[in-house]
């Protein structure tokens, strides 16, 4: 294959898997590409790899632009397998290659790719690596799309590599878009919906970060590069990532033991007001059941908790639920949530009772099949009263019911 260069120096190096490939439940009609990209500075660099299955034949590809031994700096943006997965491989021929990536990235690759007795070097936000005649700036990008991920920007070439971000699923024959010969902005916009879009509240911040780098080409690591209207592509993520939908409600009913249980409520309350959802807040116990109903029937969402006592609900909260299961609650979104001091077992049967129902029942396990999000966890299950990483595992859930609601897509 001829060489594609993407400037001085600068070479893709990856994949094109033109199978219809499967993916996070979907499966990729046009195909993909695992974009890898070569530097060859005074300090050869190699930004991200392709999947897990192509890793050697990478590394041939490679092995005919560049001897791997002189590899210096592995840049891993995204340690899902489908780009760090030729990492074992380039590593195994490039013995003296620091890893570059997030804190966060260290111990899954080490632990994916056997990789323990590798020198990795941690780059945090903002941090800059000189590879010789170009140089590094390091993004931190947490959740967009897992968190330890980061984008990397040559200063000197103002190139971005994004890994996932700003990709396209296709497995064309041009590398560039403005070769494709066909107008890529459908499938450019059905990755963003597919991919991204889970994600949107983290592209908000991506996209103020981006306005202090001069960006003239975007070369991720799926599909298409993109070196003309850049801005094009980068406002239609800022349009794309906007809440388009308002005036949503959400009732959150709960019963407690020594409000615990009533704190979740109100740090639900809390992130879903901060997100302009109106939230009412009942205590099963003390408020009347036709207000709570009546409540319900108007709301978008239903949050249900209850602490755990002999592993089970407690208070007024099964009459109510049982309520629920007579009504039509289609289209809304259900969760259940609560404190526990030993095993918790209130949330499941809140949760069985939800699921006989007709709402959208909230689980972990559907959260990553659906988006591949590790951090968002339903129910919402917090050991004695919460405080600092337990408020933040509420605030991900509720922020991600609330992405919900506020987006029409
Ligand atoms: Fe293309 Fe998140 O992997």
Redesign the pocket.
């Given at each position: 294959m001829n060489e594609v260069m993407l400037a001085k120096d600068i070479f893709w190096v990856g994949k094109i898997d033109d199978r219809e490939v499967p993916f996070h439940r979907l499966i990729l009609a046009k195909g993909t590409t695992y974009n890898a990209y070569l530097l060859k500075t005074e300090k050869p660099t190699v930004i991200d790899t392709v999947d897990l299955e192509f890793g050697r034949e990478f590394v041939e590809y490679l092995s005919e632009l560049i001897d791997p031994k002189e590899i210096q700096y592995i840049v891993i943006n995204?340690t899902?397998p489908?780009?760090s997965g030729g990492l074992a491989a380039l590593a195994g021929r490039a013995p003296d290659a620091t890893i570059v990536c997030t804190e966060i990235a260290v111990n899954e690759l080490k632990e994916m790719y056997k990789l323990h007795s590798r020198n990795f070097l941690v780059v945090k936000d903002g941090d800059t690596l000189d590879i010789g005649g170009k140089t590094l700036k390091f993004k931190e990008t947490p959740y967009l799309?897992?968190e330890e991920t980061m984008i990397t920007y040559c200063i000197e070439d103002k190139i971005l590599f994004p890994?996932?971000i700003f990709?396209t699923h296709v497995a064309g024959k041009e590398f560039f878009a403005d070769e494709a010969g066909y107008d890529i902005t459908e499938d450019f916009i059905g990755y963003y919906n597919a991919?991204i879009h889970p994600h949107r509240r983290y592209v908000r911040t991506l996209i103020n970060a981006l306005e202090e780098l001069d960006v003239q080409m975007i070369a991720p690591?799926?599909g298409y590069i993109l070196r003309n209207d850049i801005q094009k592509y980068i406002d239609l993520y800022a349009t794309l990532s906007a809440d388009t939908v308002e005036g949503k409600k959400v009732t959150i009913v709960y019963t407690t033991i020594r409000n615990s249980t009533k704190k979740i409520a109100e740090y639900l309350k809390k992130i879903f007001e901060e997100n302009n959802i109106q939230a009412s807040v009942f205590n099963a116990d003390k408020s009347d059941q036709a207000e709570i109903l009546e409540s319900i029937k108007e709301a978008d969402a239903v949050f249900i908790g209850s602490s755990t006592k002999y592993a089970d609900m407690i208070g007024n909260l099964e009459d109510l639920l049982k309520e629920l299961k007579k009504m039509d609650l289609q289209g809304k979104i259900g969760a259940a949530f609560g404190s526990y001091g030993w095993s918790g077992e209130a949330t499941e049967v809140i949760q069985d009772y939800l699921n006989q129902t007709n709402m959208d029942v909230q689980s972990t396990s559907h959260v990553i099949k659906t988006t591949?999000m590790t951090h968002v966890e339903f129910p919402v299950r917090v050991r004695f009263a919460p405080k600092d990483d337990q408020l933040k595992k509420i605030e991900h859930s509720a922020t991600y019911v609330a992405d919900l609601l506020l987006s029409a897509i």
């Amino acid at each position: 294959m001829n060489e594609v260069m993407l400037a001085k120096d600068i070479f893709w190096v990856g994949k094109i898997d033109d199978r219809e490939v499967p993916f996070h439940r979907l499966i990729l009609a046009k195909g993909t590409t695992y974009n890898a990209y070569l530097l060859k500075t005074e300090k050869p660099t190699v930004i991200d790899t392709v999947d897990l299955e192509f890793g050697r034949e990478f590394v041939e590809y490679l092995s005919e632009l560049i001897d791997p031994k002189e590899i210096q700096y592995i840049v891993i943006n995204h340690t899902e397998p489908d780009h760090s997965g030729g990492l074992a491989a380039l590593a195994g021929r490039a013995p003296d290659a620091t890893i570059v990536c997030t804190e966060i990235a260290v111990n899954e690759l080490k632990e994916m790719y056997k990789l323990h007795s590798r020198n990795f070097l941690v780059v945090k936000d903002g941090d800059t690596l000189d590879i010789g005649g170009k140089t590094l700036k390091f993004k931190e990008t947490p959740y967009l799309h897992t968190e330890e991920t980061m984008i990397t920007y040559c200063i000197e070439d103002k190139i971005l590599f994004p890994c996932d971000i700003f990709s396209t699923h296709v497995a064309g024959k041009e590398f560039f878009a403005d070769e494709a010969g066909y107008d890529i902005t459908e499938d450019f916009i059905g990755y963003y919906n597919a991919i991204i879009h889970p994600h949107r509240r983290y592209v908000r911040t991506l996209i103020n970060a981006l306005e202090e780098l001069d960006v003239q080409m975007i070369a991720p690591s799926h599909g298409y590069i993109l070196r003309n209207d850049i801005q094009k592509y980068i406002d239609l993520y800022a349009t794309l990532s906007a809440d388009t939908v308002e005036g949503k409600k959400v009732t959150i009913v709960y019963t407690t033991i020594r409000n615990s249980t009533k704190k979740i409520a109100e740090y639900l309350k809390k992130i879903f007001e901060e997100n302009n959802i109106q939230a009412s807040v009942f205590n099963a116990d003390k408020s009347d059941q036709a207000e709570i109903l009546e409540s319900i029937k108007e709301a978008d969402a239903v949050f249900i908790g209850s602490s755990t006592k002999y592993a089970d609900m407690i208070g007024n909260l099964e009459d109510l639920l049982k309520e629920l299961k007579k009504m039509d609650l289609q289209g809304k979104i259900g969760a259940a949530f609560g404190s526990y001091g030993w095993s918790g077992e209130a949330t499941e049967v809140i949760q069985d009772y939800l699921n006989q129902t007709n709402m959208d029942v909230q689980s972990t396990s559907h959260v990553i099949k659906t988006t591949g999000m590790t951090h968002v966890e339903f129910p919402v299950r917090v050991r004695f009263a919460p405080k600092d990483d337990q408020l933040k595992k509420i605030e991900h859930s509720a922020t991600y019911v609330a992405d919900l609601l506020l987006s029409a897509i």
